[in-house]
């Protein structure tokens, strides 16, 4: 049987990265693409769900950090650096550690999920919390690597997007063909670029291009109302970014695809979240609900995507941040029972 050998090894004749770069990997990429029937049926549309949490650290930047730390180690790196709404430094931080170089993380003070603070530390990361936003982390990023040896992996590595855009190749090879519509939340926009990178590489194996369709928090959607914003906010953490670095690939793939930006209320992408992890077990963290909460507010919106093959990637897993999942259930405590056969079953409304 064959073994999946991550993103590289899988896809290295198409990756633009030096043909000698040892690859570096933890065996990521290679993840579930999921029938939703729940949202298949809602829109009369045939929908997967890219299931990214699925990946090593539990995030999409995994099919990027192993192109970008491979390349960055075969250069000669030493250390590296990332600013990070918290999945880049959870996954740089264990590609870092797994290439024996030092992991150096720059992170908005108290604004990134417990889980991704407790990955990057237990991975041996240097963790810099600064007083500001992502955005201002990643210009300190970009001012450390440019002073300093140490190799940047943020998104503007092009290294990066060559590693992500792979996600696009695995759709097309389960689906036979591209779908018609692809959503996706957007945060940095490194993503939805290299997706559409990915698709636009991938012509010979497809009969037609998805329409990008991407998602912005309302408190954070830049590139929705086309301004900067200088103090973003929004719940889902992992895209509260003001100032996008890769927001003009980002407006590019929409309007080449015939697709679009919008935005959506943090109850709305809570909402999705919920949602699906009740309906299809699958429990993603807030960000990464933006796609699934998408297609439900276009659906009540009045778009029609009846008869057409949908792909919501759905970015990061659900354990990254447990403390928003469960403030959704406000105070629950479940309930406490004796080690008693009756006691359990009146407990389950079994009687
Ligand atoms: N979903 C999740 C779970 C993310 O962590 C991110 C970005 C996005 C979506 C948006 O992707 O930035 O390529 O548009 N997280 C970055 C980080 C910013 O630092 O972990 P994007």
């Keep these: 049987r064959h073994q999946w050998r991550g993103?590289?090894?899988e896809y290295r004749e198409l990756l633009a990265i030096p043909v000698d770069t040892p690859a570096i990997t933890l065996g990521e990429g290679g993840t579930p693409l999921v029938r939703s029937g729940w949202l298949s049926e809602a829109g009369?549309?045939?929908?997967?769900?890219?299931v990214e949490g699925a990946n090593p650290t539990g995030s999409f930047k995994d099919r990027g950090m192993t192109t970008a730390i491979s390349v960055a180690v075969h250069e000669g790196a030493k250390a590296c650096v990332c600013a990070s709404t918290g999945n880049t430094s959870a996954s740089m931080a264990a590609y870092a550690a797994r290439a024996g170089i030092t992991p150096i993380v720059l992170?908005?003070?108290?604004?990134?999920?417990?889980?991704?603070?407790?990955?990057?530390l237990v991975h041996g990361a240097q963790v810099i919390q600064v007083r500001g936003n992502f955005d201002d982390c990643l210009n300190l990023s970009r001012g450390l690597a440019e002073h300093y040896p140490v190799a940047?992996?943020?998104?503007?590595?092009?290294?990066?997007?060559?590693?992500?855009?792979?996600?696009?190749?695995?759709?097309?090879?389960?689906?036979?063909?591209?779908?018609?519509?692809?959503?996706?939340?957007?945060?940095?926009?490194?993503?939805?670029?290299?997706?559409?990178?990915?698709?636009?590489?991938?012509?010979?194996?497809t009969t037609k291009l998805p329409r990008m369709r991407a998602f912005q928090a309302e408190g954070a959607a830049p590139i929705v109302y086309d301004r900067v914003f200088?103090?973003?906010?929004?719940?889902?953490?992992a895209i509260r970014i003001g100032n996008p670095a890769s927001w003009k690939l980002a407006t590019a793939a929409a309007e080449e695809s015939g697709g679009g930006f919008?935005?959506?209320?943090?109850?709305?992408i809570l909402h999705a979240q919920a949602e699906l992890a009740r309906?299809?077990?699958?429990?993603v963290e807030p960000a990464s609900a933006a796609g699934v909460a998408g297609y439900l507010a276009d659906l009540a919106a009045g778009t029609s995507y009846?008869?057409?093959t949908v792909v919501i990637t759905v970015t990061g897993h659900g354990l990254k941040d447990t403390v928003t999942a469960l403030e959704w259930f406000g105070e629950v405590t479940p309930v406490v029972v004796d080690a008693d056969l009756d006691a359990a079953a009146r407990a389950a409304d079994l009687v």
């Design 7 to 9: 993103v590289i090894e």
């Design 44 to 50: 009369d549309a045939e929908v997967w769900l890219k």
């Design 107 to 120: 992170v908005p003070e108290g604004k990134i999920a417990a889980g991704k603070m407790a990955q990057a």
């Design 152 to 205: 940047l992996v943020n998104s503007v590595n092009p290294n990066r997007l060559e590693g992500q855009k792979t996600a696009s190749f695995e759709v097309v090879d389960r689906l036979g063909d591209a779908p018609d519509v692809h959503l996706m939340p957007v945060g940095n926009a490194g993503n939805i670029s290299a997706y559409w990178l990915g698709y636009t590489q991938y012509r010979d194996h």
């Design 230 to 237: 200088p103090a973003p906010e929004t719940r889902a953490s």
């Design 262 to 268: 919008a935005a959506l209320s943090d109850d709305a």
């Design 279 to 283: 309906n299809e077990g699958v429990f």
């Design 306 to 308: 009846a008869g057409q």
